[in-house]
């Protein structure tokens, strides 16, 4: 188990050397860099273009360098917390990520809570009552569900909000509080907003751990060890809940490594429909306007979230499951 | 005793049954895999339905402009957001199909035009119609079209019109055909991509095992979406829509062939370890024989069930590229572009019909679905 | 078809004994609504248990010794129902000599009363001991909780009983193994730990669900010991169900011999195996390797296999693979059980219809 971890650990800084120089290579890859829209945009802008100015523009972000020197510049000033300088809104990157970051992580975690606390108890409804009526509901719900692109839900959920009840549920804030610093009113502000944006994200992850949970549990509702429970004399629903669902969730516990960062980054999609404060919609902008540090700075975030959502799958799984703890 | 009935006739019944049965035992006996499967999966209504709707949108990849009723391209402001004309076949008992008639008016304060739908007056409309001229397949001119209206200074608009009064209906026809072909192109190249580098790592073993699995875990660890956007989003402005078209097949495929590369390694494996691979070994069939001739169509049958449940995940991210405008662009379109027009709330309550592109979606992704699960049972049936 | 009563308190006449049996079973019936099909499991089975005495149940696979058992402790999983039939099982009254006999059936699976009995009265020995146990709990948690459940003791005391138990089952450093999972344990000292959660809350009856399928010979041997042994001890009356002949020679009292869910033949175990009736138990006993045979003699075999359990055929189910079969009565009519005997021995054949019986 300890072995495990650290083997993990290990190679975390790895991974995110690898994908620093991915995320590096892709904000490289557009023809032209930020400095030409840059340029474009002062001409649009009708300032006048110095060519000395430029070229000082260029020594300064290091574009004047070799590939391998602008990533190891990039790299050294990472490792000193600092992402460069955003083009577009001429703010530190640091600054604009951190500013959405929390929202970010917020909606995810709160869909993460949606679903599990939603699909486990649906899950194990249909496994004890197969081929029931709520049974049947469910597995087209689910069906829909996983079918459903969360931005169409999005739309549609926007669309009868806005035409039935006449009510614009964009964003998470209430406007007095979009600017305002974090406070319990700000926070209380935020769940009454958030509500919306979590389900909308959660909907196709609910679903298809609905059906997971439901096909797992059921396998394990004809195991011995429960006909053995059973004739221990426990009652249907305690046995039910200690022992098969129990070794039903474990391997739930493994979908977790793909499930919290899929809603890190699914979460930007719902955002930019949904006008959220989140780091999606930035990233957006920052590539289609080759804002390319704030676009490399957020998919190094994202590449993060992403693998510390898999190792904290893979801390709960070696620590619920005996079998993965206890091994050799 | 079982079944109080006298004895004479249920024993005609008896032998006859017998050899029935016995012909049945042989019948599944001497089955192929593949008769097999066929035999279960058409107890999957749901899927059999499925594969029926996918057969239709299948129909229409191939012959978009014969569904349509006029040029996806043609547009005339005036027209804008027209609502949905709803078609009826019969008129009292005749069969005359027709649609509402649409009354324009311009709004004297908004300047917009407001549309009136008027269900007394109807525009007749025929089948096998004339209209515009294509070609099928780059093969056959013609202008033939499944509908339109019967007269030639008529025209229907189905599912209403977009913000430049370009024909929705015929734009969704031509949308299916890029959505429909670019999921299963990016899943056939997943196929190739995750078979051969899967087949080999589970086979061979060893140290390509070795560097296949890394290279799978690495790419399974990146975040999808992003990483999507961001390779999209690298590529040049001025590209035309069928290089475009093609590289977001290939960016689609670079991440989607993971999962079944796993899966193919998996099943690999087990194969691995069964005695009939090991019959094969021992009677001198060589390593390529042995991969072609008994792993392959052992996992033949998994592989199909999984690309079929992969092809829905290509479509609804296809969907969300272009719908971010990042995926296929206009000129060419596609589900997600159709689904631009709708972006804003206010657009979305004054045209909700923009929203139907969205349905076809979930209809496709539905059906693909149904019909991978319905596939899956069918080729294993003690389950997963 | 179900009596309203719960409770009877004159005792059926027994089948073969003049000792009040611990648990009747009589005319038990259990079908499975399939969607394919109704598969008739168990059709029609009688049969008594006496206390400290051992009746072996042996049948090919799928024959319903299994579905017997789950029937008996009302744990048959939909979509198997008990269709008829009564199980009986005897209480002692208090203050007085008077038996009082429950019937099983009339009570509900999940019912306080019908718990108290599974696993408290009437305990499993599940077939196999690495399954009977969950992967994540420990072997503790699941003992403690089978005392916990049936004698009024805390947990503290539970564990200590679990430990003793253990020691009495043969497993050495019980409070080590205790804290251990499953999967932990040797393929022995899993049996052994199966038997002891069995035997935690003093079980009347013990019902063994082929315990030895899964461990090698020198372990069946010494579990076999242990059980005999513990049964001694506890004068507890054992339900054990095989298709090994051999294991049924060293361990049981009586035999039940099925076959597709009906009983063939029941007796003495000595008598069953001195003089076979039915002609499906002879077989069975011939196709025994046996030090005595021929050297390098084929082992007879039962020619055919089992029918396919929707389609049972019409009269006596074995009629397909009989060697005596008589065409136009085997294949017709259904041999009900009888009694051939005077010690008892009951036999479901037509062979031996004209001998003439007392009815």
Not at chain 2, 113 to 127: A, L
Not at chain 2, 159 to 188: E, F, I, Y
Not at chain 3, 11 to 31: E, K, Q
Request: contains cysteine; charged residues 15%; glycine residues 6%.
């Amino acid at each position: 188990m300890l072995r495990f971890l650290v083997q993990r650990l290990l190679l975390f800084p790895l991974l995110l050397f690898v994908f620093s120089v991915v995320v590096f290579l892709l904000v490289q890859a557009p023809p032209g860099d930020f400095l030409t829209s840059y340029i474009s945009m002062l001409a649009a802008s009708g300032s006048s273009v110095d060519l000395a100015q430029v070229e000082a523009l260029k020594r300064q972000f290091g574009l004047d360098q070799p590939l391998h020197i602008q990533y190891l510049r990039w790299m050294d000033n990472i490792r000193h917390g600092d992402l460069g300088l955003s083009l577009e809104y001429q703010r530190p990157n640091v600054e604009l990520i951190g500013e959405f970051l929390l929202p970010t992580v917020l909606l995810a975690l709160f869909s993460f809570v949606f679903t599990w606390a939603v699909a486990i108890p649906a899950g194990i409804y249909s496994a004890t009552h197969p081929r029931s009526f709520v049974d049947y509901i469910l597995a087209i719900l689910n069906y829909v569900g996983v079918a459903t692109p969360n931005f169409m839900l999005a739309l549609v959920l926007m669309w009868i909000a806005f035409s039935r009840f006449g009510i614009s549920v964009t964003g998470l804030f209430s406007p007095e509080y979009v600017q305002a610093p974090w406070s319990l009113a700000r926070f209380v502000d935020l769940l009454k907003h958030i509500w919306l944006p979590m389900i909308v994200l959660g909907v196709a992850g609910t679903a298809r751990l609905t059906r997971i949970m439901r096909a797992n549990l059921l396998d394990e509702l004809n195991k011995p060890y429960v006909v053995a429970a059973r004739a221990r004399g426990l009652s249907e629903w305690r046995l039910v809940l200690k022992y098969p669902v129990r070794v039903a969730i474990n391997p739930l516990v493994s979908t977790i490594g793909w499930y919290l960062p899929q809603l890190f980054s699914g979460s930007l999609i719902v955002a930019t429909v949904m006008n959220l404060p989140n780091i999606g919609p930035l990233l957006l902008r920052a590539l289609i306007s080759q804002d390319m540090y704030l676009a490399g700075g957020i998919l190094l975030i994202y590449c993060f979230l992403t693998v510390v959502g898999t190792l904290i799958s893979d801390v709960l799984l070696a620590w619920i499951d005996p079998r993965i703890r206890i091994e050799e | 005793m079982a079944g109080g009935a006298g004895p004479q006739p249920d024993q005609t019944t008896a032998t006859l049954a017998r050899p029935a049965i016995a012909e049945a035992e042989e019948r599944v006996s001497l089955a192929s895999n593949w008769q097999l499967i066929w035999w279960r999966f058409k107890k999957h209504r749901l899927a059999l339905a499925s594969c029926a709707v996918l057969a239709v949108f299948y129909t229409i990849v191939l012959v978009p402009d014969l569904f349509s009723t006029q040029s996806p391209e043609a547009t005339d402001a005036r027209l804008a957001f027209m609502p949905i004309q709803r078609i009826t076949l019969l008129d009292g008992w005749r069969w005359r199909p027709s649609v509402a008639a649409v009354e324009g008016r311009r709004n004297p304060v908004t300047l917009r035009m407001e549309w009136q739908i008027d269900e007394t007056k109807r525009v007749p409309v025929r089948f096998f119609a004339r209209g515009y001229r294509y070609t099928v397949l780059g093969l056959i001119e013609t202008d033939l079209h499944l509908l339109g209206a019967a007269t030639a200074h008529e025209r229907v608009y189905l599912l209403g019109t977009d913000r430049l009064g370009r024909d929705q209906w015929s734009r969704l026809m031509h949308g299916t055909r890029t959505s429909m072909t670019v999921g299963l192109a990016a899943v056939v190249l997943s196929v190739i991509l995750g078979s051969l580098l899967g087949g080999i790592s589970g086979y061979l073993g060893g140290w390509p095992d070795l560097v296949i699995q890394r290279l799978i875990e690495l790419l399974q660890s990146l975040p999808t979406i992003p990483i999507w956007l961001a390779m999209t989003a690298a590529l040049p402005q001025d590209w035309p829509p069928q290089k475009v078209f093609f590289a977001i097949t290939i960016i689609l495929a670079f991440i989607g062939w993971t999962t079944l590369g796993r899966e193919v390694r998996g099943r690999f494996l087990a194969l691995r370890e069964e005695e009939f691979v090991l019959a094969a070994e021992l009677a001198g069939c060589s390593r390529f024989r042995i991969i072609t001739r008994h792993l392959l169509p052992a996992v033949m049958s998994h592989i199909i069930a999984t690309t079929t449940l992969a092809i829905p995940v290509m479509i609804v991210s296809e969907t969300a590229l272009s719908y971010l405008g990042l995926g296929i662009r206009p000129p060419a379109i596609s589900w997600g572009v159709l689904l631009q027009e709708a972006q804003n709330i206010q657009t979305i309550a004054d045209a909700p019909w923009l929203l139907i592109p969205g349905v076809f979606v979930i209809v496709a992704v539905l059906a693909f679905n149904l019909a991978g699960d319905g596939l899956r049972d069918a080729a294993d049936p003690y389950g997963h | 078809m179900m009596p309203p009563t719960r409770t009877v308190t004159r005792p059926l006449a027994p089948l073969a004994s003049r000792t009040p049996p611990l648990l009747s079973v009589r005319d038990l019936r259990v079908h499975f609504f399939m969607d394919e099909g109704v598969v008739k499991a168990v059709d029609d089975v009688s049969l008594d248990v006496f206390p400290g005495q051992v009746l072996g149940i042996v049948g090919e696979s799928g024959c319903g010794k299994s579905v017997t058992m789950k029937a008996i402790l009302r744990i048959v999983e939909p979509p198997g129902r008990i269709v008829s039939g009564r199980v009986l099982l005897r209480r002692q009254r208090e203050a007085s000599d008077d038996a009082e006999y429950v019937d099983l059936t009339a009570l509900a699976p999940d019912s306080p009363e019908m718990r108290s009995i599974r696993g408290g009265e009437i305990a499993l020995i599940p077939q196999e001991p690495m399954a009977a146990f969950s992967p994540v709990h420990t072997v503790s948690e699941q003992i403690v909780e089978a005392i916990t459940l049936h004698r009024p003791v805390g947990r503290r005391e539970a564990r200590q009983i679990a430990a003793q138990l253990f020691r009495d089952v043969g497993i050495p450093d019980p409070e080590h193994r205790l804290d251990q999972y499953a999967w932990q344990l040797s393929g022995g000292l899993r049996q052994r730990a199966v038997i002891a959660m069995a035997l935690s809350c003093n079980p009347r009856l013990l019902i063994a669900d082929e315990p030895t399928t899964a461990v090698d010979v020198t372990t069946q041997a010494q579990v076999l010991r242990l059980l005999r042994q513990l049964q001694h001890q506890r004068n507890a009356a054992i339900i054990y169900i095989t298709h090994d002949l051999g294991v049924i020679a060293q361990m049981a009292d009586w035999v039940l011999v099925m076959y597709l869910g009906l009983v063939m033949e029941q007796g003495r175990v000595a008598d069953i195996f001195h003089a076979p009736k039915h002609p499906y138990t002879q077989l069975l006993l011939r196709s025994i390797p046996s030090v005595h045979a021929v050297p390098r003699a084929r082992l007879p075999t039962i020619s055919g296999s089992i029918p396919h359990p929707f389609s049972r055929p019409r009269g006596c189910p074995f009629h397909p693979r009989c060697p005596h079969a008589m065409p136009g009565t085997c294949d017709h009519h259904h041999p009900p059980l009888r009694t051939v005997t005077e010690v008892g021995q009951q036999v479901s054949c037509f062979l031996y219809e004209q001998e003439g019986q007392p009815a």
